[in-house]
């Protein structure tokens, strides 16, 4: 059975669904006013891990995402740049979802800008108005009046003893434990907000007030939430530094809007740190997947994208994850044995007959502990490890043993499995490619060289093909190589 720590009650719970009809998950996007950083693509492969093992688990799961395309953020960047707002955060929204599919994360069921939420945000807003958890203030903005939330701070374990009454934020973003009324919608400013406004009407003490301005961040996800999965959800994900105040803030509207818990489970991974340091423009340590990328140009982009999702998985989701070009390498690295593995397969002799015993019997014990790891509060550095030994007892077997087609096929849909969580696997490297006929001679004049015992030729032969691109393998059946992707 899985469990998983639920930041509400700081344990490790049972996971029960609300429904058997199916799990819903919502996580917090990216705010798009710039390239998303590393820090943020963590927090993403987390969430990716997780509705994949619970998929993988047998769980009928539907997830939504939001994308912040208003907010202070985008609307002073797009102010600068001299655009309109909108075509302005479709860009980044673009370069975002370039980002996830280069990192092998499968987007959401449903991707909603918070822009096309307007309506459903002013009638959230209203609604807590009339029941008197907002207030319309002297700024011209509308508060929410968090002294009438009583279990405000809960989830970010806020001690409330000294909290100053009336005190009010209309930042989208403040301080850690700056408990105070925030905005639900803020009034218009030519200064800060240019041509970005919405003239939204409200009924306060019985009269109709019109109240220019925009959303405030928070509202955003109450009313997307509410808009495509109702009062409640099952898990709610994202960032630890989204605890507070961005998802107590959720809890508040949500909660005190429909009467209902939120979210059952709420989930977070840790922070991000490059070289053991908090990642910062002003510390020369921010990174994009971009940055990365181009700092090994010798190397696939897909490549390195596939090394830091490794580098992700080998960390425990609710620990710091230090990235390092170090480790990011080592990882390259490691894929060179995934990769390895598959060209083996592929290139394995193939004879018939059934699946033996001890294959057999090797292949359930891996797929019992790989999932008894996953169901250990997502264990990824454990199943990660799970994987890497199956891989050690394959090369194993072949190295002592001719496997039967069975056995191979056992073997690969045991990987596919597993990748179906890790998304590290290289699949397209079991079909076999056409090769150059240059490549083809080489081949040939380097079997011919071995069966003659002259290995001098034998090994210029492998240079002049690992130049050309190719990684060499000797089989059974003589050279194999496959065109390496960096």
């Known amino acids: 059975m899985l469990h998983i720590y639920n930041t509400l009650s700081r344990e490790i719970e049972p996971f029960k669904p609300l429904s058997q009809a199916g799990v819903k998950v919502y996580y917090c996007g990216p705010t798009v006013y710039n390239y998303v950083h590393i820090g943020n693509l963590r927090a993403f492969l987390f969430e990716d891990f997780l509705v994949r093992t619970l998929r993988f688990l047998g769980y009928k799961v539907q997830t939504t995402m939001n994308i912040t395309d208003i907010d202070d953020k985008t609307i002073r960047d797009?102010?600068?740049?001299?655009?309109?707002?909108?075509?302005?955060?479709?860009?980044?929204?673009?370069s975002f979802s370039e980002d996830l599919q280069a990192l092998g994360i499968v987007p959401a069921d449903t991707i909603v800008p918070i822009s096309t939420l307007i309506d459903d945000m002013v009638v959230m807003i209203q609604g807590l108005l009339d029941k008197g958890f907002a207030y319309l203030a002297d700024d011209g903005s509308i508060y929410y009046r968090i002294s009438k939330f009583k279990t405000y701070g809960e989830l970010a374990h806020l001690d409330m003893s000294g909290m100053k009454s009336g005190v009010r934020i209309d930042n989208d973003e403040y301080a850690k434990d700056a408990a105070a009324d925030f905005a639900l919608w803020k009034a218009y400013s030519e200064e800060s907000d240019g041509d970005?406004?919405?003239?939204?009407e409200f009924s306060i003490w019985g009269a109709t007030?019109?109240?220019?301005?925009?959303?405030?961040w928070h509202i955003?996800?109450?009313?997307?939430?509410?808009?495509h999965f109702g009062p409640q959800i099952d898990i709610h994900m994202g960032g630890i530094d989204l605890v507070f105040p961005h998802h107590q803030n959720e809890i508040a509207q949500s909660e005190a809007f429909t009467g209902k818990q939120f979210s059952k489970y709420w989930m977070h991974c840790g922070h991000l740190l490059v070289e053991g340091k908090k990642m910062a423009k002003s510390a020369n340590n921010f990174h994009t997947l971009r940055d990365i990328c181009a700092k090994y140009p010798d190397i696939s982009p897909k490549l390195v994208a596939r090394a830091l999702r490794l580098m992700v998985l080998t960390t425990n989701y609710r620990e710091n994850f230090n990235f390092t070009f170090s480790t990011l390498e080592a990882g390259l690295k490691t894929?060179?044995?995934f990769d390895a593995?598959?060209?083996?397969i592929r290139n394995a002799p193939k004879s018939e007959g059934k699946v033996r015993k001890d294959v057999r019997e090797f292949a359930q014990m891996a797929m019992l502990d790989f999932v008894e790891y996953l169901e250990d509060d997502l264990n990824t550095p454990?199943?990660?490890?799970?994987?890497?030994?199956?891989?050690?007892d394959m090369n194993r077997v072949m190295d002592s043993t001719e496997l039967f087609t069975g056995e191979i096929h056992a073997i690969t849909e045991l990987l596919k499995s597993f990748d179906s969580v890790l998304g590290l696997f290289d699949f397209s490297r079991l079909t076999e490619v056409e090769l150059p006929e240059e490549i083809r001679n080489l081949v040939e004049r380097r079997d011919s060289a071995k069966a003659s015992k002259d290995f001098a030729l034998a090994d210029v032969v492998r240079s002049e093909l690992e130049a050309a691109g190719y990684a060499v393998t000797d089989t059974k059946g003589g050279t194999k190589v496959q065109k390496k992707q960096g």
Do not use: M, Y
């Not at 990660?384 to 050690?392: G, K, P, S, T």
């Open 209 to 216: 007030v019109k109240v220019p301005g925009r959303p405030g």
């Open 78 to 94: 797009s102010r600068k740049a001299g655009e309109a707002l909108i075509p302005f955060t479709q860009k980044f929204t673009a």
């Open 341 to 344: 593995i598959l060209d083996r």
């Open 335 to 337: 894929l060179e044995s």
């Open 220 to 227: 955003e996800c109450s009313a997307c939430n509410l808009r």
């Open 382 to 392: 454990e199943a990660l490890a799970r994987v890497h030994e199956c891989i050690n």
């Open 196 to 200: 970005n406004r919405w003239d939204a």
